[in-house]
C-alpha cells in the first residue's frame, strides 16, 4: 500500500527546542564518546573496512540499480536562486554541423551548497569555534582551498552498505511538513517497522519526503522552513556506528531547534561525529524498490568528482538492489 494511503498512526510529539549550552553540551558528548577520540583520518569512513565492504555486495539481489541524486536545476526556484549555469560552446553555428566532423561542447558551473542540488559535504565543510573535525584549525579553509579534510579524503569512492529509513511511511503520510523534525525514537521506530538494522558502517539514508514534496506542490524558500533531524536524533547513527548520513532535505530542519545555531545537525554530524554528508538526495525511486522488495538494505556507490581542495561535489549515488 502506498505510504500516503495508510492510517496515520499518532503523531508524536514535536522534540523540544534547546539552549546553546544543551547543544554544546550534546557536541561534547557526541565527539568525546567516539571510540578514536574524533581523530580517525577519514573521518567515520574509517568504519567502512574492506570486510564490510564485501559483506554490503551481499546485499545485491535482483541487480536494480537506483540513482539517488535529483536532476541538476538550471533555472532559479525559490530554493535555488543561483542555480547552475549550463551553456553550450559549440557548435556556434548550426549550418557547421551539416558537413564534416564537428563537436558539441558545453561548460557547467554550480554552487555546490545549495539548497536544491544533490551534494556531498566533505569534512572541511563546518567550522565550529574556529575547529574543523578532530579539531583541525579553520585557518587550513584559505582562498586557494581546503589544506585538509577536504575532498580528497574520498578521490577513492565510498562504498558500503546502504540502509533507508523512511520516516513518512512510519507516521502513514506522504511527507513531512516543513519544520518538522525527526527524533531519535523516530527513526528507531522505522528501523523496526521496516524489520532493518543499521549498524557499523552503514551509509543511512533518512527520508522527509521533501522531493515528493516539491515536486508536488512547488519549490518553496527551504532556508527557513525544512523538515530534517532534531539534533538529539543524532545519538541514533552515534548509537550505530554509521559511516555517512544522507538526506532528501540537507538533514537540518528550519527553523533550528538551536536558537544560536542554524545547522545544529551539520555541526554534530561533520565537526563532531566525522560524517559526511549526503544533502538533497532524491529517495522516491529508492523508497519505492524497497518497499516493492520488501528490503531497506542495499549496495551503495557514491563517486564525488576529483576536486582535491574543494569542500564538497555535485554527487550521484547509486544503490545496488
Given amino acids: 500500500m502506498p505510504s500516503h494511503q495508510r492510517p496515520a498512526p499518532a503523531h508524536p510529539s514535536a522534540p523540544d527546542t534547546m539552549s546553546e549550552a544543551a547543544f554544546r553540551d550534546l557536541f561534547r558528548r557526541l565527539r568525546d564518546e567516539d571510540p578514536d577520540g574524533g581523530h580517525r583520518r577519514r573521518g567515520a569512513l574509517d568504519r567502512l573496512t574492506p570486510e564490510r565492504v564485501v559483506a554490503a555486495a551481499a546485499e545485491v539481489r535482483c541487480g536494480r540499480t537506483v540513482s539517488l541524486a535529483a536532476p541538476v536545476e538550471t533555472r532559479p526556484a525559490p530554493d535555488g536562486p543561483e542555480p547552475a549555469s549550463h551553456r553550450m560552446t559549440a557548435p556556434t553555428h548550426p549550418e557547421t554541423a551539416t558537413h564534416g566532423l564537428d563537436f558539441a561542447r558545453d561548460r557547467f558551473a554550480m ?109 518553496w524558500d527551504v532556508a527557513n522552513a525544512r523538515a530534517g533531524l532534531h539534533p538529539t536524533a543524532m545519538r541514533f547513527p552515534a548509537e550505530r556506528q554509521v559511516s555517512v548520513l544522507g538526506s532528501d532535505g540537507n538533514s537540518d530542519a528550519a527553523p533550528s531547534a538551536v536558537a544560536e545555531v542554524a545547522f545544529p545537525v551539520h555541526v554534530l554530524a561533520v565537526n563532531a561525529m566525522g560524517l559526511h554528508l549526503l544533502d538533497y538526495l532524491d529517495l522516491e525511486g529508492l523508497a519505492d524498490a524497497c518497499e516493492q522488495q520488501g528490503r531497506w538494505r542495499f549496495l551503495c556507490v557514491v563517486a564525488p568528482l576529483r576536486l582535491p581542495a574543494a569542500t564538497g561535489s555535485p554527487v550521484n549515488p547509486i544503490a545496488v538492489l
Fill in 111 to 219: 554552487q555546490v551548497h545549495g539548497d536544491v542540488d544533490s551534494h556531498l559535504d566533505a569534512l572541511c565543510h563546518v567550522i565550529f569555534d574556529g575547529k574543523l573535525y578532530g579539531g583541525v584549525p579553520a585557518s587550513t579553509v584559505t582562498r586557494d582551498g581546503a589544506e585538509a579534510l577536504n575532498l580528497d579524503l574520498v578521490r577513492d569512492g565510498i562504498v558500503g552498505r546502504g540502509v533507508l529509513l523512511d520516516v513518512p511511511r512510519l507516521r502513514g503520510v506522504p511527507w513531512l511538513d516543513p519544520g518538522d523534525q525527526v527524533s531519535a525514537e523516530d527513526l528507531r521506530a522505522a528501523e523496526t517497522a521496516q524489520e532493518t538494522t543499521v549498524g557499523p558502517g552503514d551509509l543511512l539514508f533518512v527520508r522527509v519526503g521533501h522531493r515528493l514534496r516539491r515536486r508536488t506542490l512547488g519549490p
